[in-house]
């Protein structure tokens, strides 16, 4: 599985992005698709997820409210709508694949639960 994560940029607090990711060669609609971001000096960190079906989705705390994921599996893609942004959110955002099936929603907040990566596009948010 290929995934291509597309649409960062430079964005003054406030403002809004929305990332995409494409994914090829595989069942994207069985994949539970997730987005992760990793600032400089810091962790990769969980940014939210989206079930197989598009019917479940999970937030961080810290985007809960402001960004909202979605999928479109005729197309494999999965998207973040990123709005009212902060310099905080300033990071490199990763799509990711998991092909694991659990019931544990929990699962698929950590970045080990998930088999497939993007390149990472990168989200800068200024003050």
């Known amino acids: 599985v290929q995934l291509q994560a597309s649409g960062g940029g430079l964005v003054q607090a406030g403002g809004s992005l929305r990332l995409s990711c494409a994914a090829s060669?595989?069942?994207?609609?069985?994949?539970?698709m997730g987005w992760f971001r990793q600032a400089p000096g810091k962790e990769r960190e969980f940014v939210a997820a989206i079930r197989w079906s598009g019917t479940g989705t999970l937030y961080a705390d810290s985007v809960k409210g402001r960004f909202t994921i979605s999928r479109n599996n005729a197309k494999s893609e999965v998207y973040l709508q990123m709005d009212s942004q902060k310099p905080e959110d300033t990071a490199v955002y990763y799509c990711a694949a998991a092909t694991s099936l659990t019931g544990n929603s929990a699962y698929y907040t950590a970045s080990s639960s998930y088999n497939f990566w993007g390149q990472g596009t990168q989200v800068t948010v200024s003050s």
């Open positions: 060669g595989g069942t994207f609609s069985r994949y539970y």
